[in-house]
């Protein structure tokens, strides 16, 4: 099977909801070793998931590994090149429901024993501390800011192989930072195909999907990710 832009962002995808859900379970679920483990194990571990999910992306063919819709739109709106969005998104989709589907079989016996039904839904998507759309939407659009241009910042001269660190690093900055107000999805990929996994997986005893929340982590990064790539071009980066 040959490597392909598709593959790579579907697989890296794949690692970084695989990685980043997994925590979340890891900490929210009854009964696993990681139980009430807080915000510093879920910082650094969502951190290393998108440092994993970049190094297989790139590994299986797609260099610039996005991972991530809002990234895909700032470049497309950076470039001018808006040929590889629908693809990119598609296989980001595809690639965030299956890592959520794997968490879902990785812990299978706890969902049972997790009465909190919003613990349950808090594995694979993110919701406010404070329910605040316009705040909310704004939240998300800061966080996603800072992710395109600080990353977009890191100079071309870096070693080989050493970027998926410096953006590691950033993810965790940003959720240690920004995280609070709404759980910093900054990633529409990773919200909304995970909330499609809560909806139609059948996890034990869960509540309803709160869709009513979930276009404010797809709006917001968009967004964000929009208004980074217009400050970048309007400095020439």
Not at 92 to 115: C, D, K, N, R
Request: charged share 10%; net charge neutral; proline share 6%.
């Amino acid at each position: 099977m040959q490597t392909s832009n598709f593959i790579g962002e579907l697989v890296g995808t794949l690692v970084l909801i695989l990685l980043g859900d997994g925590v979340v379970a890891n900490v929210l679920l009854k009964g696993s070793k990681g139980e009430n483990g807080g915000w510093i194990v879920v910082t650094t571990a969502w951190a290393l998931a998108v440092m994993c999910g970049i190094f297989v992306a790139q590994k299986l063919g797609s260099p610039d590994a996005h991972l991530n819709p809002a990234v895909t739109i700032a470049m497309a709106v950076k470039s001018g090149d808006w040929s590889n969005v629908p693809s990119f998104i598609a296989a980001q989709l595809i690639g965030a429901f299956l890592g959520a589907t794997l968490v879902w079989l990785m812990y299978l016996p706890h969902w049972s024993i997790t009465e909190d039904k919003g613990a349950k839904l808090g594995v694979f998507a993110t919701s406010p501390a404070i329910r605040n759309p316009a705040a909310n939407v704004i939240s998300e659009a800061i966080g996603a800011m800072v992710l395109v241009v600080v990353s977009s910042s890191f100079s071309s001269d870096l070693p080989n192989g050493f970027a998926p660190y410096l953006v590691g690093m950033l993810v965790w900055s940003i959720g240690l930072s920004l995280g609070g107000p709404t759980g910093y999805a900054i990633n529409p990929a990773r919200d909304l195909g995970p909330r499609i996994a809560h909806a139609v997986l059948p996890i034990s005893g869960k509540g309803n999907s709160d869709w009513a929340y979930a276009w404010i982590p797809v709006v917001g990064p968009i967004v964000g990710g929009v208004l980074a790539a217009l400050f970048l071009g309007a400095f020439n980066i």
